[in-house]
């Protein structure tokens, strides 16, 4: 499970698993009020999406997730906004600044090991790069490799598991880097720890100055 699961997991309302409309939830290329919130302004995709950092009770940076989920929890009691965004979603009775900052209200312990084993860690661990060649492309544009193939008895660990366009996966192959003189790992793979999870917080939220005093800069 990963850590915004695991961390600041909340029931959605009985509506969405019905399939209407949450009276927050955006809506794409549509101008027209919310079912079941009359009157509000539809919000654009990007803002809805926009990353927020997510901060436990004692203002310890643990988390981001996207500007929908941040306000749901908002909504719902579960955290409180520190910082907004500065963009606003209207309604007939209500306005709603939209956050970048939240802070959950009860205190959550963290493990040490918080993100689970996934094809999206490992992309989000190695920042989206060929760690072969270093290239930076979509997540869709790379692939994982074994770094000690699985048909020499490598295992599906994070230390031998790396992001690898196609180029390089098929220069690999099955071989050994001891067997090739072409290609080698530029970084050592390693678990997902705290310290990677807040550098990619600082990376994400480098363009927001209102992160700053949070991540410690």
């Known amino acids: 499970m990963s850590l915004g699961k695991a961390m600041i997991h909340a029931r959605k309302p ?69 910082e ?15 956050p970048s900052v939240i802070r959950l209200l009860e205190y959550r312990r963290i493990p040490h090991q918080t993100r689970a084993l996934s094809r999206k860690n490992i992309l989000l661990r190695d920042r989206n790069s060929c760690q072969y060649c270093g290239a930076v492309l979509p997540a869709g544009e790379l692939t994982l490799d074994h770094v000690m193939p ?5 295992l599906s660990t994070w230390e031998n598991l790396v992001a690898c366009c196609h180029s390089c996966n098929r220069r690999k192959g099955n071989h050994l880097l001891s067997e090739l003189s ?3 790992l530029l970084r050592e793979p390693r678990p997902f720890s705290l310290h990677t999870s807040r550098h990619i917080m600082r990376m994400i939220g480098h363009s927001d100055h209102k992160w700053r005093k949070y991540l410690y800069y």
Request: charged content about 25%; hydrophobic content about 40%.
């Open 14 to 82: 009985k509506a969405a698993a019905q399939g209407r409309a949450l009276p927050y939830e955006h809506r794409h290329e549509s101008s027209e009020p919310h079912e079941g919130w009359p009157g509000q302004r539809v919000s654009s995709a990007y803002t809805m999406q926009k990353p927020v950092l997510v901060l436990n009770a004692s203002y310890e940076p643990i988390n981001i997730c996207g500007a929908r989920r941040a306000l749901i929890l908002v909504l719902k009691g579960v955290a409180k906004t520190e």
């Open 84 to 98: 907004e965004q500065g963009a606003i979603l209207h309604a007939a009775l209500l306005r709603i600044p939209m």
């Open 182 to 184: 072409d290609i080698k």
């Open 150 to 154: 699985r048909s020499r008895g490598g």
